[in-house]
């Protein structure tokens, strides 16, 4: 276990240090979304190009802790390319994923199709820290609604 841990945190250190998507795109075209949360200071700023109901493209800027940058851009990994479906239900099983206690959906999430994102499962142990980790799939989501997508 402690090896699979080390993985995870190398996932989270990498897409920290390096995160994918980094940037904004043009608006328009794209439709521009910010999400805050007001407990730590970390800020997100997501950029997003939906064409005939499949992400284009999406682009991540803004600020904050290793967990909401490295949610952030794994997150910008995971959809990109994707139809908004298959993005959403993948927000559902990253959401369900970081839920714990009472109001927890007990259907199970498949941490294997979720690829790299998995790495995040542990930020559960420090349940003031879900709030970072998503964030920038709130945004998403946000922006998925303002965009009726």
């Known amino acids: 276990m ?3 841990e080390e993985l995870y945190r190398e996932i989270i250190l990498d897409h920290y240090r390096s995160p994918r998507n980094r940037g904004e795109l043009a608006v328009p075209p794209a439709h521009r979304t910010e999400g ?3 407990l730590c200071g970390d800020e997100i700023v997501l950029t997003i190009e939906v ?3 499949v992400i284009a493209d999406v682009k ?4 904050g802790c ?3 940058q490295s949610s952030a851009s794994l997150m910008s990994t995971g959809v990109k390319g994707k139809p908004v479906t298959d993005a959403r239900a993948l927000m559902g099983s ?5 839920t714990v206690g009472d109001d927890a959906d007990d259907s ?3 941490l294997r199709a979720m690829g790299e994102i998995a790495a995040l499962q ?3 142990k420090f349940p003031v820290r879900i709030k970072c980790a998503t964030l920038a799939w709130n945004t998403l989501d946000q922006a998925l609604t303002e965009m009726g997508a």
Not at 60 to 63: K, N, Q
Not at 94 to 98: E, G, I, L, V
């Open 36 to 38: 805050f949360n007001p």
């Open 2 to 4: 402690d090896n699979l």
């Open 94 to 98: 990253f959401k369900r994923m970081m």
């Open 66 to 68: 290793s967990i909401s």
């Open 60 to 63: 991540i800027a803004g600020h």
């Open 51 to 53: 064409d005939d109901g």
């Open 122 to 124: 542990g930020v559960v």
């Open 108 to 110: 199970p999430v498949d």
